[in-house]
């Protein structure tokens, strides 16, 4: 094949790598906090519509603590319709965003409290001088475990699940104490009932998990669910986040920004397939409506 042809073919696929890829010259002028996006009340919308969240598939989103990055995970096709996942992040620089491919996906991120570990599953990366470091294994006693979702609270609890067989993944939890990471342990009933528990999300302080799961009572697939935090350090029963952040579609992946003011999820919104996801806010605000009443 001549060089030019060489040239133009891969052009092409650059250009045709996904429905939702720009080059830095094309993609859109965001200015602003939240990739300058207009703010969402207590009825959750799409996130970055057209940006972030497309009619393909997208999960994941979370910022860092100073909300200047912002990372999430993504499906693509090439050239030749092949689909793959990739790892994203939208920057903040001099108030304007900008985006880039990180690498091919990774595991799902979540960026520990004090912004100096990003997460990936059983695996992580540590912040240094220069971006991120290469990625590490959080050893032999979580290696074992088919982690799909870790976070952690700002005293360095983890808390994470298992993509089990047929839905009986496990949810657990692993305590630094006196400065040892304690062994992983499952969350109790009121976490680890029903099926299809997965991808928690521990509040910093630890006052409240979000997961989701399928239950009886829920709205038919899998639905979001939280847990307050007892007097006596138990957990309280599970509590359906209700009809406006749950559907009869999956939603999952809940998360809240680290400012506390937004709660992030996905939701399905075509088949059974999967084949369009997206990423969906709503304000924070939600959370306290569901609080118990001591």
């Known amino acids: 094949m001549k060089p030019i042809y060489i040239f133009i073919a891969l052009l092409l696929a650059v250009l045709t790598m996904s429905s939702n890829c720009y080059s830095q010259g094309e993609f859109p002028k965001l200015e602003g906090p939240y990739l300058g996006q207009k703010t969402p009340g207590l009825i959750p919308e799409v996130f970055a519509s057209g940006i972030v969240s497309t009619k393909d598939w997208e999960v994941s989103g979370v910022f ?12 693509v096709a090439d050239v030749e319709g092949n689909k793959k996942q990739e790892f994203v992040v939208i920057e903040n620089k001099n108030n304007r965003w ?34 991120w470091s290469e990625i590490k294994s959080l050893g032999l006693s979580f290696e074992k475990i088919r982690i799909m979702r870790l976070t952690a609270s700002s005293k360095g609890t983890y ?14 939890y692993s305590r630094l104490i006196d400065g040892k990471r304690e062994e992983p342990r499952p969350f109790s009933k009121e976490i680890n009932t029903g099926t299809w528990n997965a991808h928690p999300f521990i509040a910093p302080d630890e ?6 799961g399928r239950r009886d009572s829920g709205f038919g697939n899998s639905d979001i669910y939280i847990s307050f935090r007892q007097q006596d350090g ?10 406006k952040i ?17 709660l992030f999820f996905n939701r399905n919104m075509g088949s059974d397939n999967y084949e369009n996801v997206d990423i969906f806010w709503v304000d924070a605000q939600i959370i306290e409506t569901l609080r118990p009443k001591e």
């Open 64 to 75: 860092t603590p100073d909300m200047k990055e912002f990372y999430f995970i993504r499906e």
């Open 98 to 131: 900008h985006e880039s491919v990180i690498s091919p996906r990774v595991g799902q991120p979540f960026i520990a409290p004090d912004g100096k570990t990003m997460h990936l599953g059983r695996r992580y990366k540590d912040r240094t001088k220069t971006g």
């Open 159 to 172: 808390a994470f699940d298992e993509a089990g067989t047929n839905g009986d993944g496990v949810i657990r």
């Open 207 to 212: 006052a409240y998990i979000l997961w989701d």
């Open 234 to 243: 138990s957990w309280g029963a599970a509590i359906n986040l209700g009809d």
């Open 246 to 262: 749950n559907t009869d579609a999956w939603e999952a992946g809940a998360r809240v920004t680290p400012d506390g003011r937004y």
